[in-house]
């Protein structure tokens, strides 16, 4: 039986984004972030040279989610998302936290430390709502660079709760 995937890549206000196309539940298993698991280490270092999709799953292993065939890496950012990650082993999943309409954009939140180093001005849907137009200016870092990877770190709260949907959930 085909899989029907309910999205689609198209142009969104800051680049490519995921879109639905159809309806999704609240609770659904939309995509699998998806990549080679690289080391910490070497995560860091590709990170250092500029490398960006890199969701650190524990305190051993980062996906790197560069590559094209990761649809996961369009779902852009917003502080009011409707999509969360959660951690299932050593993979991660984008969950419809809320009703989905088609139409509308897929997002999730990248966390507090990636918009401090990578995103100056947060130009979400809701952010340019309640700014009209020009954006949440995200805190600024004192000093230093950044440490470690921002989206892990942002979820390592899913690791405990996303162990019970490991099993039968439908993806690959
Ligand atoms: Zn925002």
């Given amino acids: 039986m085909p899989v029907i995937v309910p999205f689609r890549i ?3 206000r800051t680049g490519l984004g995921l879109f639905a196309t159809h309806s999704i539940r ?3 298993w939309v995509v699998e972030y998806t990549g080679p698991l690289l080391p910490n280490a070497e995560a860091t270092k590709k990170e250092d040279i500029g490398a960006r999709y890199l969701f650190e799953v524990n305190n051993r292993w980062t996906i790197d989610g560069a590559p094209r065939t990761n649809i996961a890496r369009y779902a852009n950012h917003s502080c009011k998302p409707n999509m969360e990650s959660e951690i299932v082993g050593h993979r991660v999943f984008l969950r419809a936290i809320r009703s989905i309409e088609p139409g509308d954009e897929l ?3 990248y ?3 990636y918009l401090r180093y990578y995103i100056p001005v947060c130009k979400c849907a809701h952010c340019m709502s309640i700014t ?3 954006g949440r200016p995200t805190q600024k870092k004192k000093n230093g660079k950044a440490n470690g990877h921002a989206n892990g770190k942002a979820n ?3 690791n ?3 162990n019970g949907h490991a099993n039968g959930n439908g993806h690959r």
């Fill in 156 to 158: 390592g709260h899913a």
């Fill in 107 to 109: 997002t999730y939140n």
């Fill in 132 to 134: 009209k137009g020009r």
């Fill in 10 to 12: 198209a142009r969104s």
């Fill in 160 to 162: 405990g709760k996303a």
């Fill in 111 to 113: 966390g507090r430390d």
């Fill in 26 to 28: 609240r609770g659904t």
